[in-house]
């Protein structure tokens, strides 16, 4: 589950997923009542990969299926993240030992993202999650 910052990000995510062969859909305020209703069935038995979303999941849906995040729109308030998060933190069967949901924020280095980041992290932690901050030079 991909959390972008408008509906033309979310649209070219989708888009530019599924062209490196990644079963990807975005889904937003102006996607058929049918095709919203449909995301968790097609999460479920995997037609659907990644699901690209602005400001629709942020709260109130279960998607059970969902195992990952990614949030690509930017700052967002503690509650909002926290809503984020509660869209993977679904109960999974598991192996001894996985994990079962991981929860990715992309930040610009030493953009003023970098101090909300450092925000959602302090809580993250105190809330008693592991927090891994991984730097990748694109």
């Known amino acids: 589950l991909a959390f972008c910052v408008s509906v033309e990000h979310a649209e070219f995510m989708a888009a530019r997923f599924a062209s490196k062969g990644v079963p990807s859909l975005a889904v937003h305020g102006g996607s058929t009542t049918a095709v919203?209703?449909?995301?968790?069935?097609?999460?479920?038995?995997?037609?659907?990969?990644?699901?690209?979303?602005?400001?629709?999941?942020n709260e109130g849906v279960d998607l059970p299926a969902a195992e990952v995040a990614i949030v690509a729109s930017g700052t967002s308030t503690v509650?909002?993240?926290?809503?984020?998060?509660?869209?993977?933190?679904?109960?999974?069967?598991l192996a001894e030992g996985e994990y079962n949901a991981f929860?990715?924020?992309?930040?610009?280095?030493?953009?003023?993202?970098?101090?909300?980041?450092?925000?959602?992290?302090?809580?993250?932690?105190?809330?008693?999650?592991r927090y891994v901050l991984v730097s990748v030079c694109i």
């Open 103 to 129: 929860f990715y924020t992309l930040v610009t280095k030493d953009s003023q993202e970098t101090f909300y980041a450092q925000k959602r992290q302090q809580f993250l932690v105190e809330q008693g999650y």
């Open 36 to 57: 919203r209703e449909d995301v968790p069935r097609r999460l479920r038995e995997r037609e659907v990969n990644v699901v690209f979303t602005c400001d629709l999941y």
């Open 79 to 93: 509650r909002e993240s926290v809503q984020r998060l509660g869209r993977i933190l679904r109960p999974k069967p």
